[in-house]
């Protein structure tokens, strides 16, 4: 899948907007793939993997495009 940044946190979280879905999707950065947390910007594309939480989807294997 296919998304963009839409918030990133000091914390080492965020949420990614994905079109089409309702609801963003939080991710952590110990998923991204090839990218640092701290070179991550809100409005980067990404793409990444929907997985099923406790807490609900979330993004993993998340990686800049």
């Known amino acids: 899948m296919e ?9 080492g979280f965020g949420f990614i907007t994905v079109e089409g879905e309702a609801k963003d999707l939080f991710f952590h950065s110990k998923e991204l793939q090839g990218v640092s947390y701290d ?3 809100v409005g980067d594309k990404v793409s990444f993997e929907k ?4 807490k609900g989807p979330n ?4 990686s800049r495009i």
């Open 51 to 54: 997985a099923d939480s406790d």
């Open 3 to 11: 998304g963009t940044i839409k918030t990133l946190t000091e914390k």
């Open 59 to 62: 993004a993993i294997n998340v």
């Open 39 to 41: 070179e991550l910007k």
